[in-house]
Protein backbone atom coordinates (compact mmCIF):
# COMPACT_ATOMS: atom_id res chain seq x y z
CA UNK A 1 0.00 0.00 0.00
CA UNK A 2 1.15 3.54 -0.34
CA UNK A 3 2.90 4.47 3.11
CA UNK A 4 0.43 6.99 5.01
CA UNK A 5 2.94 9.80 5.42
CA UNK A 6 2.67 10.23 1.45
CA UNK A 7 -0.84 9.85 1.51
CA UNK A 8 -0.63 12.47 4.34
CA UNK A 9 1.27 14.76 2.17
CA UNK A 10 -0.31 14.00 -1.42
CA UNK A 11 -4.17 15.04 0.23
CA UNK A 12 -2.22 18.10 2.22
CA UNK A 13 -1.01 19.23 -1.70
CA UNK A 14 -4.39 18.99 -3.05
CA UNK A 15 -6.21 20.41 0.06
CA UNK A 16 -6.64 23.99 -1.76
CA UNK A 17 -8.05 23.28 -4.23
CA UNK A 18 -10.38 20.59 -3.62
CA UNK A 19 -13.81 20.14 -1.84
CA UNK A 20 -14.04 18.16 1.51
CA UNK A 21 -17.20 16.86 -0.02
CA UNK A 22 -20.12 15.90 2.78
CA UNK A 23 -21.91 13.15 3.68
CA UNK A 24 -25.19 12.25 3.61
CA UNK A 25 -27.27 9.48 4.77
CA UNK A 26 -29.20 6.89 3.32
CA UNK A 27 -30.40 3.76 4.79
CA UNK A 28 -28.17 1.78 6.38
CA UNK A 29 -25.05 3.79 5.21
CA UNK A 30 -23.68 7.41 4.70
CA UNK A 31 -22.66 8.53 1.05
CA UNK A 32 -19.38 10.54 0.12
CA UNK A 33 -20.46 12.88 -2.49
CA UNK A 34 -17.06 12.86 -4.47
CA UNK A 35 -19.55 13.88 -7.40
CA UNK A 36 -19.76 16.83 -6.55
CA UNK A 37 -16.16 17.79 -6.73
CA UNK A 38 -14.61 20.50 -9.29
CA UNK A 39 -15.28 18.95 -12.60
CA UNK A 40 -17.97 16.06 -10.92
CA UNK A 41 -15.71 13.42 -9.66
CA UNK A 42 -12.71 12.35 -7.18
CA UNK A 43 -10.09 12.52 -9.88
CA UNK A 44 -9.57 16.06 -8.70
CA UNK A 45 -7.65 15.01 -5.96
CA UNK A 46 -5.22 12.42 -7.33
CA UNK A 47 -4.24 14.77 -10.44
CA UNK A 48 -3.66 17.99 -8.31
CA UNK A 49 -1.53 15.68 -5.91
CA UNK A 50 0.40 14.58 -8.64
CA UNK A 51 1.09 17.77 -10.75
CA UNK A 52 2.27 19.77 -7.69
CA UNK A 53 4.65 16.74 -7.32
CA UNK A 54 6.23 17.45 -10.64
CA UNK A 55 9.31 19.57 -10.51
CA UNK A 56 8.12 23.31 -11.91
CA UNK A 57 10.16 23.29 -15.08
CA UNK A 58 8.66 19.95 -16.11
CA UNK A 59 5.03 21.20 -14.91
CA UNK A 60 5.61 24.19 -17.36
CA UNK A 61 5.80 21.89 -20.40
CA UNK A 62 2.15 21.11 -19.42
CA UNK A 63 0.07 17.73 -18.66
CA UNK A 64 -0.86 15.03 -20.49
CA UNK A 65 -3.49 11.81 -19.64
CA UNK A 66 -5.29 8.74 -20.90
CA UNK A 67 -8.94 8.38 -19.87
CA UNK A 68 -12.33 7.53 -20.19
CA UNK A 69 -13.57 10.68 -19.18
CA UNK A 70 -13.27 12.01 -15.37
CA UNK A 71 -9.02 11.63 -15.61
CA UNK A 72 -9.12 13.72 -18.67
CA UNK A 73 -11.94 16.32 -17.04
CA UNK A 74 -9.46 16.71 -13.80
CA UNK A 75 -6.34 16.94 -15.68
CA UNK A 76 -7.81 19.90 -17.88
CA UNK A 77 -9.32 21.32 -14.49
CA UNK A 78 -5.90 20.76 -13.05
CA UNK A 79 -3.91 22.26 -16.00
CA UNK A 80 -5.88 25.14 -16.43
CA UNK A 81 -5.52 26.03 -12.16
CA UNK A 82 -2.09 25.80 -12.78
CA UNK A 83 -1.76 28.01 -15.65
CA UNK A 84 -0.36 25.29 -18.18
CA UNK A 85 -1.31 23.48 -21.04
CA UNK A 86 -3.38 19.57 -21.37
CA UNK A 87 -4.06 17.44 -23.98
CA UNK A 88 -5.89 14.02 -23.19
CA UNK A 89 -6.36 10.91 -24.96
CA UNK A 90 -9.58 9.69 -24.54
CA UNK A 91 -12.08 6.85 -26.13
CA UNK A 92 -13.91 8.14 -29.13
CA UNK A 93 -16.44 6.18 -27.41
CA UNK A 94 -16.65 8.53 -24.43
CA UNK A 95 -19.71 10.00 -23.16
CA UNK A 96 -20.46 13.77 -25.03
CA UNK A 97 -20.34 15.33 -21.24
CA UNK A 98 -16.93 13.92 -20.76
CA UNK A 99 -15.01 15.14 -23.93
CA UNK A 100 -16.89 18.23 -24.22
CA UNK A 101 -16.08 19.08 -20.67
CA UNK A 102 -12.56 18.97 -21.52
CA UNK A 103 -12.83 21.15 -24.54
CA UNK A 104 -14.39 23.88 -22.07
CA UNK A 105 -11.68 23.32 -19.58
CA UNK A 106 -9.14 24.20 -22.30
CA UNK A 107 -7.79 20.96 -23.02
CA UNK A 108 -7.54 18.92 -26.31
CA UNK A 109 -8.88 16.09 -26.93
CA UNK A 110 -7.66 13.32 -28.74
CA UNK A 111 -9.81 10.41 -29.50
CA UNK A 112 -9.02 6.65 -30.14
CA UNK A 113 -10.97 3.52 -30.76
CA UNK A 114 -10.27 1.76 -27.49
CA UNK A 115 -7.69 -0.79 -28.97
CA UNK A 116 -5.46 1.47 -30.29
CA UNK A 117 -5.36 3.79 -26.67
CA UNK A 118 -4.99 0.88 -25.25
CA UNK A 119 -2.05 -0.17 -27.12
CA UNK A 120 -0.58 3.46 -27.19
CA UNK A 121 -0.72 3.25 -23.37
CA UNK A 122 1.25 -0.46 -22.91
CA UNK A 123 3.61 1.04 -25.27
CA UNK A 124 4.19 3.55 -23.72
CA UNK A 125 3.88 5.76 -26.45
CA UNK A 126 3.30 8.86 -24.27
CA UNK A 127 7.02 9.10 -23.65
CA UNK A 128 7.66 10.59 -26.90
CA UNK A 129 5.24 13.37 -26.20
CA UNK A 130 6.57 16.93 -24.71
CA UNK A 131 4.42 17.29 -21.63
CA UNK A 132 4.48 15.28 -18.19
CA UNK A 133 2.18 12.05 -18.14
CA UNK A 134 -0.10 11.72 -15.41
CA UNK A 135 -1.38 8.04 -15.43
CA UNK A 136 -5.07 8.21 -14.98
CA UNK A 137 -5.11 5.39 -12.06
CA UNK A 138 -1.22 3.82 -11.55
CA UNK A 139 0.82 7.00 -10.83
CA UNK A 140 1.57 6.66 -6.57
CA UNK A 141 1.11 10.41 -6.44
CA UNK A 142 -2.47 9.93 -7.62
CA UNK A 143 -3.32 7.44 -5.62
CA UNK A 144 -1.80 9.01 -2.46
CA UNK A 145 -3.97 12.44 -3.36
CA UNK A 146 -6.84 9.85 -3.46
CA UNK A 147 -6.22 9.06 0.12
CA UNK A 148 -7.38 12.55 1.06
CA UNK A 149 -10.86 10.84 0.92
CA UNK A 150 -10.17 7.81 3.34
CA UNK A 151 -8.40 10.46 5.81
CA UNK A 152 -11.47 12.99 5.74
CA UNK A 153 -13.78 9.78 6.24
CA UNK A 154 -11.61 8.61 9.39
CA UNK A 155 -12.21 12.49 11.05
CA UNK A 156 -15.57 13.03 9.95
CA UNK A 157 -16.74 8.74 10.70
CA UNK A 158 -14.38 8.15 13.95
CA UNK A 159 -16.60 4.69 14.39
CA UNK A 160 -16.29 3.96 10.90
CA UNK A 161 -15.89 0.29 10.50
CA UNK A 162 -16.81 -0.56 6.61
CA UNK A 163 -16.14 1.62 3.15
CA UNK A 164 -17.85 0.62 -0.37
CA UNK A 165 -16.21 2.08 -3.27
CA UNK A 166 -16.42 1.78 -7.26
CA UNK A 167 -13.38 0.11 -8.64
CA UNK A 168 -11.91 1.10 -12.61
CA UNK A 169 -8.04 1.02 -12.71
CA UNK A 170 -8.50 0.56 -8.81
CA UNK A 171 -6.45 3.91 -7.92
CA UNK A 172 -9.45 5.38 -6.22
CA UNK A 173 -9.89 2.08 -4.05
CA UNK A 174 -6.15 2.06 -3.60
CA UNK A 175 -5.61 5.30 -1.58
CA UNK A 176 -8.69 5.38 0.55
CA UNK A 177 -7.54 1.52 1.66
CA UNK A 178 -4.11 3.02 2.17
CA UNK A 179 -5.01 5.99 4.22
CA UNK A 180 -7.92 3.77 6.30
CA UNK A 181 -6.17 1.06 6.39
CA UNK A 182 -2.60 2.99 7.76
CA UNK A 183 -4.28 4.13 10.47
CA UNK A 184 -7.09 1.48 11.25
CA UNK A 185 -6.36 -1.41 9.37
CA UNK A 186 -9.55 -3.27 10.93
CA UNK A 187 -11.91 -1.16 8.32
CA UNK A 188 -12.81 -3.46 6.05
CA UNK A 189 -12.94 -2.10 2.23
CA UNK A 190 -15.08 -3.23 -0.58
CA UNK A 191 -14.51 -3.00 -4.00
CA UNK A 192 -17.74 -2.81 -6.48
CA UNK A 193 -17.53 -3.29 -10.08
CA UNK A 194 -20.35 -4.36 -12.68
CA UNK A 195 -21.59 -7.26 -14.03
CA UNK A 196 -20.47 -5.68 -17.37
CA UNK A 197 -17.42 -5.00 -17.05
CA UNK A 198 -15.73 -6.90 -13.85
CA UNK A 199 -12.07 -6.45 -14.71
CA UNK A 200 -10.77 -7.75 -11.33
CA UNK A 201 -13.09 -10.87 -10.76
CA UNK A 202 -11.90 -12.14 -13.51
CA UNK A 203 -8.22 -10.64 -13.15
CA UNK A 204 -8.17 -12.72 -9.74
CA UNK A 205 -9.47 -15.61 -11.02
CA UNK A 206 -7.32 -15.93 -14.12
CA UNK A 207 -3.92 -15.40 -12.03
CA UNK A 208 -3.73 -11.93 -14.03
CA UNK A 209 -4.33 -10.14 -17.67
CA UNK A 210 -7.89 -10.51 -18.62
CA UNK A 211 -9.41 -8.06 -21.64
CA UNK A 212 -13.42 -8.34 -21.28
CA UNK A 213 -15.26 -6.30 -23.44
CA UNK A 214 -17.13 -3.56 -21.78
CA UNK A 215 -20.63 -3.33 -21.86
CA UNK A 216 -21.85 -0.91 -18.77
CA UNK A 217 -23.35 1.92 -17.89
CA UNK A 218 -20.60 2.03 -15.87
CA UNK A 219 -17.94 3.89 -18.33
CA UNK A 220 -15.93 5.30 -15.80
CA UNK A 221 -14.69 1.44 -15.07
CA UNK A 222 -13.86 0.39 -17.81
CA UNK A 223 -9.98 1.25 -17.48
CA UNK A 224 -8.05 -1.56 -18.98
CA UNK A 225 -6.03 -4.40 -16.58
CA UNK A 226 -2.58 -2.85 -15.51
CA UNK A 227 -0.13 -5.50 -13.88
CA UNK A 228 0.98 -2.52 -11.34
CA UNK A 229 -2.69 -2.83 -10.09
CA UNK A 230 -3.04 -6.34 -9.41
CA UNK A 231 -1.20 -6.79 -6.28
CA UNK A 232 -1.81 -3.85 -4.81
CA UNK A 233 -5.32 -4.46 -5.17
CA UNK A 234 -5.22 -7.87 -3.82
CA UNK A 235 -3.75 -6.15 -0.83
CA UNK A 236 -5.71 -3.44 -0.30
CA UNK A 237 -9.34 -4.85 -0.70
CA UNK A 238 -11.14 -6.97 1.12
CA UNK A 239 -14.07 -8.33 -0.24
CA UNK A 240 -15.44 -7.68 -4.43
CA UNK A 241 -19.08 -7.54 -4.93
CA UNK A 242 -20.37 -7.43 -8.43
CA UNK A 243 -23.19 -5.42 -9.49
CA UNK A 244 -26.08 -6.75 -11.95
CA UNK A 245 -26.44 -3.88 -14.99
CA UNK A 246 -30.14 -3.79 -14.43
CA UNK A 247 -29.42 -2.75 -10.81
CA UNK A 248 -27.23 -0.28 -11.60
CA UNK A 249 -29.71 1.48 -13.59
CA UNK A 250 -32.05 1.07 -11.37
CA UNK A 251 -30.09 2.84 -8.54
CA UNK A 252 -29.34 5.97 -10.70
CA UNK A 253 -32.67 7.28 -10.39
CA UNK A 254 -33.48 5.27 -7.28
CA UNK A 255 -30.33 7.36 -5.74
CA UNK A 256 -32.05 10.62 -7.34
CA UNK A 257 -35.29 10.37 -5.64
CA UNK A 258 -33.78 9.40 -2.30
CA UNK A 259 -31.05 11.10 -1.87
CA UNK A 260 -31.14 14.22 -4.33
CA UNK A 261 -27.87 13.33 -5.99
CA UNK A 262 -27.16 12.89 -9.74
CA UNK A 263 -24.54 9.84 -10.20
CA UNK A 264 -23.22 8.69 -13.47
CA UNK A 265 -23.15 4.90 -13.61
CA UNK A 266 -19.55 4.28 -12.05
CA UNK A 267 -21.04 6.56 -9.40
CA UNK A 268 -24.02 4.91 -8.14
CA UNK A 269 -21.91 1.18 -8.15
CA UNK A 270 -21.16 1.50 -4.18
CA UNK A 271 -24.67 2.92 -3.35
CA UNK A 272 -26.53 0.08 -5.87
CA UNK A 273 -24.01 -2.47 -3.82
CA UNK A 274 -25.00 -1.37 -0.03
CA UNK A 275 -28.35 -4.00 -0.59
CA UNK A 276 -26.07 -7.09 -0.65
CA UNK A 277 -24.64 -6.17 2.84
CA UNK A 278 -25.05 -7.60 5.93
CA UNK A 279 -26.35 -4.20 8.21
CA UNK A 280 -25.46 -3.13 11.05
CA UNK A 281 -21.22 -1.67 10.63
CA UNK A 282 -21.03 2.06 10.33
CA UNK A 283 -20.64 1.96 6.44
CA UNK A 284 -20.15 5.08 3.99
CA UNK A 285 -20.63 4.36 0.26
CA UNK A 286 -18.34 6.86 -2.04
CA UNK A 287 -20.55 8.29 -4.62
CA UNK A 288 -16.97 8.64 -7.41
CA UNK A 289 -18.72 10.75 -10.00
CA UNK A 290 -21.40 12.57 -11.53
CA UNK A 291 -20.70 13.11 -15.41
CA UNK A 292 -23.81 10.89 -16.57
CA UNK A 293 -24.93 11.80 -20.35
CA UNK A 294 -28.18 13.90 -19.93
CA UNK A 295 -29.77 11.72 -22.62
CA UNK A 296 -29.04 8.07 -20.37
CA UNK A 297 -30.30 10.35 -17.38
CA UNK A 298 -33.59 11.08 -19.35
CA UNK A 299 -33.71 7.77 -20.14
CA UNK A 300 -33.37 6.00 -16.53
CA UNK A 301 -35.33 8.20 -14.94
CA UNK A 302 -38.38 8.06 -17.20
Given at each position: MIPIDRVRAAAERARPHVLRSPLIPVEGAQLKLECLQPTGSFKVRGFFSAALALPPDRLR????????GNAAQACAYVARQLGVPCRVFMY????PPKSDGVRRLGGTVIGMPRDELIEWMTSEQWRNEPEAFIHGFADPDVIAGHGGIGLELLEDVPNLERVVVPVGGGGLISGIASALKGIHPDVEVVGV???GYPLWQLAFESGGAVAPKPDTIADGTTAPF?????ELLKEC?????IVSEPRLK????EIAATAKV???GAGALAYAALEQLQPGPTTV???SGGNIDPTLLATLLS
Open positions: RGLITVSADTAPQSDDPRMFVDRWLAAIPVAEAVV
